[in-house]
């Protein structure tokens, strides 16, 4: 199996991103944010959870996140050649937890890609995407908070994958093709 963390600060492109690695190589695509927007859009309960924290910037509990990955995994692994995950693991918990669950799967992450953008561009970018996503989050208020809850609470996620030896530092500034001949070469780098 290849497995991709896709690591950045909100804003730094890892949709995007994603989207292209999808048609490069043969791999399914969790993005936690876009699972739980799903959920707030069928008003489900956990949707509704979701959207309490979502909308303050805050992250969504950490057992919640886990539970919905445990599922996936458990339905489609099997079917599928490797994982790109997009917006997770969010947290050291969230690192230690999908670690544990690619063991029982005798898998494991093979590289984490680490799309290094400036606060200001991030900003920037996220108040122009918010003119059209429709997302809620995407408002100046919310946006800082998130950047906030990165510097905090994701980033030392990094140290938990440099010291298992995966992590790629990718320039997240310039032309999206060719910020994506970087991911290429590191992902091919790491097979
Ligand atoms: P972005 O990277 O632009 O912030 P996402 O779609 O990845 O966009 O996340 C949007 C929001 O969804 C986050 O601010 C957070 O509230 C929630 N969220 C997404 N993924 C996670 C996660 N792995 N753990 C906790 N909360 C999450």
Do not use: C
Not at 20 to 30: F, G, P, Q, T, V
């Amino acid at each position: 199996m290849l497995n991709i963390v896709i690591f950045g600060p909100p804003g730094s492109g890892k949709g995007t991103q994603s989207e292209n690695l999808i048609k490069e190589y043969k791999l399914a695509h969790i993005s936690t944010g876009d699972l739980l927007r799903k959920e707030i859009s069928t008003n489900t309960q956990l949707g509704a959870l979701a959207k309490s924290h979502m909308d303050k910037g805050e992250l969504v509990p950490d057992n919640v996140i886990i539970d919905m990955i445990d599922s996936y995994l458990d339905k489609n692994f099997g079917k599928i050649e490797g994982v790109i995950f997009d917006g997770f693991p969010r947290t050291v918990a969230q690192a230690e937890a999908l670690k544990n669950l690619l063991v029982e799967y005798k898998t494991k992450v093979n590289v984490t890609l680490n799309l290094e953008v400036p606060n200001e561009e991030l900003m920037a970018r996220m108040i122009e995407r918010g003119k059209t996503s429709g997302r809620s989050d995407d408002n100046p208020e919310t946006i800082k908070a998130r950047l906030d809850v990165y510097e905090k609470q994701t980033k030392p996620v990094l140290d938990f994958y440099k010291k298992e030896g995966v992590v790629a530092n990718i320039k997240g500034v310039g032309s999206i093709e060719g910020i994506f001949a970087d991911i290429k070469k590191a992902v091919d780098a790491a097979k």
